[in-house]
């Protein structure tokens, strides 16, 4: 779970794309999801559900390949660069 203000921080800071080893950025269970609103209002991602990230080195260039499905979101193949 990531706080909206922190959101908020990294989309002023640059990042165009917020990714993360859990389901959402955003408390689940409830209807609200003040992170998506920020990052998504922002005009930029959301990535959700990776995996092995903590094995990466601390630099790496990632690219991340989405279905070409219609809809808000599609499932995308992650891949790192070092």
Known sequence: MLDPAAARVLIDRGVHVLAVDTMSPDPTGGGDFPVHEVVLGSDHLIVEN??????LPDRVRVGFFPLKISGDGAPVRAVAFT
């Open 50 to 55: 990776l995996c092995g990230v903590g094995s």
